[in-house]
C-alpha cells in the first residue's frame, strides 16, 4: 500500500469512527456530515430495518435511536479499495444494545459496506448497506 492510500485509509477509519459517535451520541448533524445529500442507506438486514436517504434515515434515527437506553458501536478491520476519488470501503461492526422495556443486553455484529467519494470538505458516504450477519436478543424477543 502507498503512503497515499495510508493517508486515505486513515481519513476513511475517522470517517467510520465519527459515524459510530454520532449514532451512539444522537448527533444527527455529524451524521449527515459523513455522508452526500444524494446518499443512499440500506439497513434492512436489521429487524424493523428501512432503506432510504440521507434525510430518510436521520429521520428514522432520530425516533428510534434515543429510546434505546444504549447503545454502543465499534467499527473495526477497515479495508478499502481506491479509484481515484472513489474508494469501495468494508468495515467490521459490534454494538451492543439495550432496548427498551428489556432488561437484558442485545447485541449484533456485521459489516459496514461504503461506496465512499472524495468531496472538497473529505471523503463521504454515497452508499451504506449494512450487512448484519448475527443479532443476540433482537428486538421482539422475549427477557
Do not use: K
Not at 467499527?75 to 454494538?95: I, K, P, S
Amino acid at each position: 500500500m502507498h503512503d497515499h492510500d495510508v493517508r486515505q485509509l486513515e481519513e476513511i477509519r475517522q470517517v467510520l469512527n465519527r459515524y459510530a459517535r454520532a449514532v451512539d451520541t444522537h448527533d444527527w448533524d455529524l451524521y449527515r456530515s459523513l455522508f452526500t445529500e444524494d446518499a443512499t442507506l440500506d439497513y434492512t438486514s436489521v429487524p424493523f430495518g428501512i432503506r432510504g436517504s440521507r434525510e430518510e434515515i436521520v429521520d428514522w434515527l432520530e425516533h428510534s435511536i434515543p429510546l434505546m437506553p444504549m447503545t454502543m458501536h465499534y467499527v473495526t478491520n477497515v479495508e478499502a479499495q481506491f479509484d481515484g476519488d472513489t474508494a469501495t470501503v468494508r468495515a467490521q461492526f459490534y454494538n451492543p444494545m439495550q432496548f427498551p422495556g428489556s432488561t437484558e443486553l442485545s447485541s449484533c455484529g456485521g459489516y459496514y459496506h461504503h461506496e465512499m467519494v472524495r468531496t472538497e470538505d473529505g471523503w463521504r458516504s454515497r452508499n451504506l448497506r449494512e450487512e448484519n450477519v448475527w443479532f443476540v436478543n433482537p428486538p421482539g424477543s422475549a427477557d
